[in-house]
């Protein structure tokens, strides 16, 4: 097998950075690519097994290109009700981006600091880093000091994340929430592509805001542990408790392929999004609810999920996307 390697280029009409591994694999059908820009957030916005693209890297808005990909979210996943929460007695305060709500946490399109990748014969990995410390504007909005890392591992069908997060503060504990939000391809028609969520509960939500409560699955909008294809589903939902002996799972049809989404046990939520009009999907790993501080802060605990580290504590976990034969 040939060693794994990288290059750096400018992404079109934007130039941002890109950096793209390439791990070649023992065939054509193994080859497999990833590209991400620390420029923009540390989006991964490509993988390509065998050259067929799985994200879907980009699209317009009001006529401004926006970068789709896989949105990091930290430390706020999905939405804040009312830009606003609070955390033993301390309140935090975001400017509003959705109805009145604050959406997707503070990194996903902000520059990253990016090392240079080190390859093996089969793997190559690059770490990245966002720090919150005094005179960054995230930390002036979220004012305790902490590194978010990631390091990126490509092997042959596979992309890993592997997230470490650092409380550097002297005296703040540090609550957080972790997500990945990739926007995939629907390959072949909708009819045949299938969705495995192997969720216990369904969240209970208002205009797409968790109560916190946590309901059986046929009290919900889908069950998806069976597979359903995304031609039966309009979803823009919360699950509850899934752990990495079950993972999320695609299954491309089509192609006779399947994308396996194993996380951590830490990532106990996820999100499906599945806009009928669309030319992409959503299933994003969340190790918190939606609003997570503010269900914490009222109580619900388990539904919430919040992480809370410790000055000087830190938290690793890792989420991969692995391609195989159905």
Not at 73 to 94: C, D, H, I, K, Q
Not at 242 to 266: E, M
């Amino acid at each position: 097998m040939a060693e794994c390697t990288y290059s750096y280029d400018r992404y079109p009409e934007t130039d941002w950075k890109v950096v793209t591994l390439t791990c070649p694999g023992n065939s054509p059908e193994e080859q497999t690519s990833a590209s991400f820009s620390p420029d923009i957030g540390n989006n991964l916005f490509s993988f390509a097994v065998g050259g067929t693209e799985y994200l879907f890297p980009a699209g317009n808005a009001r006529g401004n290109l926006s970068l789709l990909g896989t949105p990091i979210l930290y430390p706020t996943p999905n939405r804040v009700r009312n830009a606003r929460m609070t955390f033993e007695g301390r309140v935090f305060e975001f400017e509003p981006n959705n109805n009145g709500n604050f959406l997707h946490g503070l990194v996903r399109a902000i520059p990253w600091e990016c090392d240079e990748p080190v390859a093996s014969d089969d793997s190559i990995s690059v770490t990245t880093r966002i720090r919150f410390e005094p005179g960054t504007e995230i930390y002036e909005r979220f004012p305790i000091r902490n590194t978010l890392e990631l390091v990126y591992t490509l092997r042959p069908k596979q992309i890993s994340m592997t997230f470490t997060v650092r409380n550097e503060d002297d005296s703040e504990r540090l609550p957080f929430g972790l997500a990945v939000h990739p926007f995939f391809q629907i390959l072949g028609d909708r009819s045949q592509v299938r969705l495995l969520v192997p969720a216990e509960k369904w969240m209970e939500a208002e205009n797409l805001l968790p109560s916190g409560r946590l309901l059986d699955l046929e009290d919900g909008p889908a069950d998806l542990r069976t597979p359903k294809a995304l031609s039966e589903l309009d979803l823009d939902d919360v699950f509850y408790g899934l752990n990495r002996s079950k993972p999320q799972v695609i299954y491309y049809d089509a192609l006779g392929k399947k994308l396996t989404l194993t996380a951590d046990d830490f990532y106990t939520h996820t999100v499906v999004f599945t806009p009928p009009a669309a030319p992409f999907f959503c299933v994003e790993n969340q190790s918190c609810s939606t609003d997570a501080h503010n269900l914490h802060a009222a109580g619900h605990v388990e539904a919430a999920h919040l992480a809370i580290l410790n000055p000087g504590e830190s938290h690793t976990s890792s989420i991969e996307f692995t391609l195989s034969d159905q």
